[in-house]
């Protein structure tokens, strides 16, 4: 993936897609977890299920693996959120947790389609909350990123984090 490898990790809602988008819009190498790289499988053993539960949302660590080692590119960020983060965490640079308030959380919930996960009334939404609630899958050394913030801003936040040039410069 790049020299650096990063993860942008949130719950449902808080900005994960539009912080790829930027990023990418920015000039830097992004993937999109969600959309490339996750499945329903179980998180110790990878096997694919026939589920569509919250903790069996998980990322294909093999395609992880060959990402990360693809050094073209100066830093590499992966956003989105997996339920098996524990099998390859050891393999990034820095984890960004992005994360807002209760309200605000549930103001995007409520935006967000029906059909897409976090929709308003499905199991998602629900989730979001609750996962909001207990902060837990948050990785060690995570550095927290406020995301009621412009996207503009969130991103530009992530990148000093990185040591990296907020501007277009990637």
């Known amino acids: 993936m790049g020299v650096k490898n990063y993860l942008v990790e949130g719950v449902s809602c808080t900005g994960k897609t539009s912080v790829c988008n930027e990023l990418q819009r920015r000039g830097y190498h992004c993937i999109h977890g969600d959309n490339d ?5 179980d998180p110790k053993t990878g096997e694919p299920l026939d589920s569509s539960a919250y903790e069996h949302w998980i990322w294909d660590v093999d395609k992880v693996r060959a990402v990360v080692a693809d050094q073209n590119h100066t830093a590499s960020f992966l956003c989105g959120g997996s339920r098996n983060l524990d099998r390859f965490i050891d393999l990034l640079d820095g984890v960004f947790v992005l994360e807002v308030d209760l309200g605000t959380l549930n103001q995007r919930l409520a935006l ?10 499905s199991d998602g939404e629900s989730n979001a909350r609750l996962q909001h609630s207990k902060k837990e899958c948050i990785p060690e050394n995570a550095i927290t990123i406020d995301a009621t913030a412009p996207i503009a801003h969130v991103v530009d936040s992530i990148l ?4 990296l040039a907020t501007t277009n410069d990637a």
Do not use: M, T, V
């Open 112 to 121: 967000r389609p029906e059909d897409e996960w976090g929709g308003p009334a």
């Open 160 to 163: 000093e984090n990185c040591q």
């Open 37 to 41: 790289l996750a499945y329903w499988g």
